[in-house]
T-cell receptor, first 113, second 116 residues
């Protein structure tokens, strides 16, 4: 079973609309990372959340961490075509080296004109 | 300040050949991580290395795969006798120290391996 479940798996929104992507963990979260992957390219770091209740924003993207619910959400306001891609959440479940991430299966976002 | 550099970007190998994937970390980063993204699957951790040391190889397949990060030069992920199932995107990330809480990762653009 997947340790990090993302929902929805894919999403098509019209330009200008808001959207939310969720990442739910089956284990205690000690931090949560959001990345964006353009099709066929590498991963771009978006945000790192470390504390329960933490909320961060960058441009039109806001991410929150709810430790009690073992969940994080990524919200995009007024979506643009440049937001299209695959959004991945990742969490460090390994408390040994604390240096490897387990990733969710991703959410594919398409933004239509 | 160049980011994490991976080469080649695309690599085609016939079954049975060897594949060598290179990763040069960001300047000042001495910790390197390799991940594999199989088609229709998520990104999976393979190995974590510091200079001349393998710290965690819990995600490496038991056979045919090896990784190194020598004192000088890039980190190398080596796949011997490749099979079709090795076709995937291989990503490298680097950080200046241990512990994601302190440093986070910077990823390279990946090497897409196709085995024919």
């Amino acid at each position: 079973s997947q340790e990090l479940e993302q929902s929805p798996q894919s999403l098509i929104v019209q330009e200008g609309k808001n959207l939310t992507i969720n990442c739910t963990s089956s284990k205690t979260l000690y931090g949560l990372y959001w990345y964006k992957q353009k099709y066929g390219e590498g991963l771009i770091f978006l945000m790192m959340l470390q504390k329960g209740g933490e909320e961060k924003s960058h441009e039109k993207i806001t991410a929150k961490l709810d430790e009690k619910k073992q969940q994080s959400s990524l919200h995009i306001t007024a979506s643009q075509p440049s937001h299209a891609g695959i959004y991945l959440c990742g969490a460090p479940f390994d408390t040994g080296t604390a240096s490897k991430l387990t990733f969710g299966t991703g959410t594919r976002l398409q933004v239509t004109l | 300040n160049a980011g994490v550099m991976q080469n080649p970007r695309h690599l085609v190998r016939r079954r049975g050949q060897e594949a060598r994937l290179r990763c040069s970390p960001m300047k000042g980063h001495s910790h390197v991580y390799w991940y594999r993204q199989l088609p229709e699957e998520g990104l999976k951790f393979m190995v974590y290395l510091q200079k001349e040391n393998i710290i965690d190889e819990s995600g490496m397949p038991k056979e045919r795969f090896s990784a190194e990060f020598p004192k000088e030069g890039p980190s190398i992920l080596r796949i011997q006798q490749v099979v079709r199932g090795d076709s995937a995107a291989y990503f490298c990330a680097s950080s200046p120290g241990r512990g994601l809480a302190n440093y986070g990762y910077t990823f390279g653009s990946g090497t897409r391996l196709t085995v024919v």
